[in-house]
């Protein structure tokens, strides 16, 4: 059974403070990675797709990094703002079992202002 | 520009009674998913249509059916609602297929389903 593990679970930070949460995930067999952004009361969107060990993406303020040797990712938000807030999901695909995202359960993120 | 389109938003269901939840995507994407999403848990996979006219069960498949009508639609069909269905339902479609893809899901807006 492939683990896909996030955390914190959850944190508030104050408007303007930065902030990171880090995806794991098994070390062996990688495929791909995925960040998701999921708003309440609307449908997770797409933030980056990360392939390539020591990849690193960027969208704004926010960056996300890649280890695939050892096994996790890295969201990283500069600067955030109450809109920032939101439950930020990762998703990993391994090479065996085909076609299969498995998801974490999220790093529910409140910004206060 | 509508992506991933699901119906209904909410649907209220006595044990025992039967439905089917409806998607449709409009990128002309091969693959399609419809995932459960229930408190403390992580998106977990039911189904997933690698093309048209494939199907194959994911992680939780008992207790549903599916249909990949055409390359658009992907519906959802619980025969026998269960209380332990009661979730929030999210079709999802991608362009790659199979193993090779890695492109983005997009995602509907979700159905809540609740089953008494």
Known sequence: ?113 | NAGVTQTPKFQVLKTGQSMTLQCAQDMNHNSMYWYRQDPGMGLRLIYYSASEGTTDKGEVPNGYNVSRLNKREFSLRLESAAPSQTSVYFCASSEGQGIVGNTEAFFGQGTRLTVV
Not at chain 1, 5 to 14: C, D, K, M, T
Not at chain 1, 77 to 101: N, R, V, W
Request: aromatic share 14%; charged share 20%.
């Open chain 1, 1 to 113: 059974i492939l683990n896909v593990e996030q955390s914190p679970q959850s944190l508030h930070v104050q408007e303007g403070d930065s902030t990171n949460f880090t995806c794991s995930f098994p070390s062996s067999n990688f495929y791909a990675l995925h960040w998701y952004r999921w708003e309440t009361a609307k449908s997770p969107e797409a933030l980056f797709v990360m392939t390539l060990n020591g990849d690193e993406k960027k969208k704004g303020r926010i960056s996300a990094t890649l280890n695939t040797k050892e096994g996790y990712s890295y969201l990283y938000i500069k600067g955030s703002q109450p809109e920032d807030s939101a439950t930020y999901l990762c998703a990993f695909k391994g090479t065996s079992g085909t076609y299969k995202y498995i998801f974490g359960t999220g790093t529910r993120l409140k910004v206060l202002a």
